[in-house]
Structure formats: C-alpha cells, structure tokens
C-alpha cells in the first residue's frame, strides 16, 4: 500500500530525500498540512519502567523526544505513552499517522519489542504493529537511527496513538519524537462534467511553499487499498478527471514529499449524458412553397432535463433561430437552400451539456419568371392567333400555363396547361389563340411559366383586348 523503505532498499537519490525530510523535522514551518498530536498520556510497569520526559512527544519541538525506559529483571514489562490529537479537527477514521521514533539498540527474547496501535480516548482499536527484534520495518522510513511509522488507513474512529516498550529480560529504551497526520483534500463533494469531457477541480488548500518535494496527489478507486487511477497523480493545485473517466466514486489522497499519505477524500463523479435524436429527412422544394415540420424520428435522451434550440445555416456557421426552444420546428417559406439543426441540452447542478443532431438540408430550387412588355394587348375579331410578347425570362422557364377566366371561357379561350415553348432569355413571343367567334371585349387569363424542376411563379395577369372588326366600307360608282 505504501513505500516499502528501508535504508537498504531506497535507491540513493531517494535515501537522501528521505534522510533530508527527517532533518526537517526540527522546525515546524513549510509542513502546511501536518497535524501534530498535542497532548499525551503515559505508564508503565512500578519500578521496572518509566516514561521520561513525556511532554516532549507532543510540543512543538520535533527534534526532542520522550524516552521509555525498561530495567526488567523478574519477568515481563511494559512502558506506553499515548499521543493525542486534541485539535478542533481529529484524523479521519482512515487517516494513516506517522510516529518517528528511536527503537532499543537491543532486544532479547520473544516478549521484548515495540508496538504501535491506534487508540480512542483509553481503548485501543484496530490494528496493534509490532516491530520485533527481527527489525521487520514494514512502511518504515530510516536515517540509520531513528525512524517513522506509516500506520495504514483502517475504518475505526481515533483521536490518539499509542506506542509501547515490551521486555522480558534486561535493560531497554526507546525515543518517541512525535506523532502527525496529514489533512486530507478539500475538494467538492461532487463534480459533474459532460460525456467525454474533463473535469477540473480545485483543491481548496493546496500547498505550494513546502521545502523539498511539496504535496502529490492519487486519485484512488477505494476509501481503502484499491487501485489509483491511471494517469491521475500530479502535483499542483488543480485535479483534472480524464474524459474517460466513467462516472462513479473515486477518492483522493495528498502525499507530502511523496512519501505521508493523507485520509482520502471522496468525490462523487457525475457524468451529464445528452444525445441529440434523429430528425425527420432532408426536402426538396421550390422557393414558394413552406417546407414540412422538422419533428423527431428518434427523441433525444438526457441524464438531466432537456431543453431544446433549433438553429440555421445558408453560408457560414449555425446561429440559433430565435425563440426555436421546442422539440420540433416548422420553417418558413425559403428563397434558398438552407441548412438546419437541433442542439439538445441536458443540465445537472448547473452544468450544461450540448449535443446536436442529425442535420437537415432543405433544397430550395429557384421559381422562373418572365417579364412582360404589357400586360394588355389588341386583338381584332376573326384573327385566329396573336403574339403576346416578353422581354426576358429568368431561371429557365420550358413550359407556360393559361388560365381564362371564366368571361374569357365563356366566350371560347381553352385554358393552356403545361405548353412546351422555347422561351429566350433576351425576349420573345408566346401565341394566343383567339376563339372565331369572340365578340369585342377584354378576356383576362393567369400567366405562369415553368422549369424543369417543377417550380412555377404566381402568376401575372394577361389581358386580351378584342376590337371590333371595321364595318365593310361603302363604295358607290357615280
């Protein structure tokens, strides 16, 4: 779980900056998130044992020490001291603690050793490690001479820790300097993020002055043991959670120097889903004609609740289409071909995730025109066809439709529906004709013109303007 460290199996980079952290133990300053048990307790064995100087174990001098002292001659002996943590704030019930101590020179036989253990107020709880006279320093951390104990995480509630001096036969002490836990992070509770995107935290006392190595942090998939998570130690104020990270509960551990481990701290990650549907398909129509409602084929999903933004696009980027907010859309009549979307948009505790759908174009084809000379032109009775003339056509019109009304029917116009004509761009004319037996009058139609993709104007008003036929003149022979 921790560094297995002796003297022996640091490499010597690593030794000297452990030996440097110990030297350091002297001064409190530049240690911003230790806290150092301030209040102690000891006993021992009448006459056999005694604990000296007892109050140095918990001052602010973590160069002196306490000293437990063993002269057993008729059987087994004990000396402890217990060290307190008497702050407002206590360790967590997983904080590991850190005891430095000095272990007796020697020990003889199979009751002699030192032991530490967690205690609550009077009662000893958890865990009691020993350190025999096999000198097994499991999470030790060595100058030669004196040492620190990394006490792991365990789950049971403390406010102190105890050390205590066993012996069966002979004379023995041990040194006892001092005994600290490192504060945990203080990070959100909480952190949402949308999908596939990082999460940044804040840790809110951050040190960044601490002689040596300063502070690293390892985010941990259990309060206890478990795995730290890939690719997530670093060593400044800001914790980033990969885009990969799945949702879920991690927790977070600070490590001074890199070597005292803090309690963990947990922080729930949420992650904000959305997706963004399936909208209804692409359309084709003619400039005049209102397209069909954009409406969902696949609705969208969302971890949070959904609100809805449709936006446009012709040349450029999207922009939104104003007070576009519901599931579906109807757009307006279109003079060209535009592009829509839906953003889709899920929020969790103000975190506001986006995700667009399908995009739909909507093919505006152009609408032909043509432009008249006038809109009224004479006629006499009796002529069979006249040329209605144009200046111009635009966008190709190849067909053109007549409709009389129904004066003009009754007196014998055939409406003209889809006539094939080859209309010039620069002018022309479009024949007419007249019915034999029209009467003088004016006969109004509906003129429009069509292309190739199916789209016709609206139309403009044609008049045929019938003259009477000039009586035969009169001639007399004189």
Not at 97 to 121: E, M, T, Y
Not at 191 to 216: F, K, Q, R, S
Not at 366 to 380: D, E, F, G, K, R
Request: glycine share 8%; charged share 10%.
């Amino acid at each position: 779980m921790y560094h297995r460290a002796t003297s022996s199996s640091l490499s010597p980079l690593r030794f000297l900056v452990v030996c440097a952290v110990l030297l350091l133990c002297a001064v409190k300053v530049g240690y911003g998130q230790r806290v150092y048990a301030d209040s102690t307790a000891s006993g021992a064995t009448p006459i056999l044992a005694t604990v000296g100087n007892p109050g140095n174990a918990s001052d602010n001098n973590y160069s002196n020490y306490s000293l437990l002292n063993i002269i057993s001659l008729l059987g087994s002996s004990n000396a402890w001291q217990t060290l307190f943590f008497s702050h407002s704030k206590l360790p967590e019930p997983t904080s590991p603690v850190i005891i430095k101590f000095r272990p007796p020179g020697s020990l003889v036989g199979l009751g002699d050793g030192l032991q530490a253990s967690r205690r609550l107020n009077g009662t000893s709880v958890g865990t009691i490690y020993s350190v025999n006279n096999t000198l097994d320093l499991l999470w030790l951390l060595s100058d030669g001479t004196d040492y620190e104990f990394i006490m792991p995480s365990q789950s049971n509630s403390f406010n102190g820790v105890r050390l205590q001096l066993n012996s069966v036969l002979g004379v023995t002490s041990a040194r006892l300097y001092y005994a600290f836990y490192i504060e945990p992070p203080e990070i959100p509770t909480t952190v949402t993020a949308c999908a596939d995107e990082p999460a940044v935290i804040n840790i809110a006392h951050y040190e960044t002055e601490l002689e040596v190595l300063g502070y690293t942090y390892y985010l941990y998939d259990a309060l206890i043991g478990g795995n730290p998570i890939i690719n997530i130690s670093f060593n400044n104020g800001t914790l980033t959670l990969p885009a990969t990270l799945p949702a879920g509960d991690y927790y977070l551990e600070a490590r001074e120097n890199d070597i005292y481990p803090s309690a963990r701290t947990k922080i729930t990650l949420i992650r904000n889903e959305v997706t963004g549907g399936v909208i209804t398909g692409n359309q084709t129509l003619c400039a005049n004609i209102t397209p069909a409602q954009l409406s969902e084929i696949t609705a969208s999903t969302g971890t949070g609740p959904l609100t809805y933004q449709w936006q446009i696009k012709t040349t450029g980027g999207y922009t939104d289409i104003t007070d576009a907010t519901a599931s579906t859309y109807t757009p307006p009549t279109l003079s060209e071909t535009t592009m829509y979307r839906r953003a889709t948009r899920s929020t969790i505790n103000g975190v506001v995730c986006e995700t667009f759908g399908n995009e739909i174009t909507i093919t505006v084809n152009p609408v032909p025109t043509i432009s008249l000379n006038n809109s009224t032109i004479n006629a006499c009775q009796e002529d069979d066809t006249i040329d209605f003339p144009y200046n111009s056509v635009v966008n190709a019109p190849i067909s053109y439709n007549i409709n009389w009304n129904p004066t003009a029917q009754a007196m014998g116009f055939q409406d003209i529906v889809n006539k094939t004509h080859n209309f010039l761009v620069s002018g022309g004319n479009i024949p007419i004709s007249i019915p034999p037996d029209a009467t003088q009058g004016t006969y109004q139609g509906i003129l429009t013109v069509r292309n190739s993709d199916g789209c016709t104007n609206s139309g403009q008003a044609l008049i045929v303007n019938i003259l009477p036929k000039p009586p035969t003149p009169e001639i007399s022979l004189k």
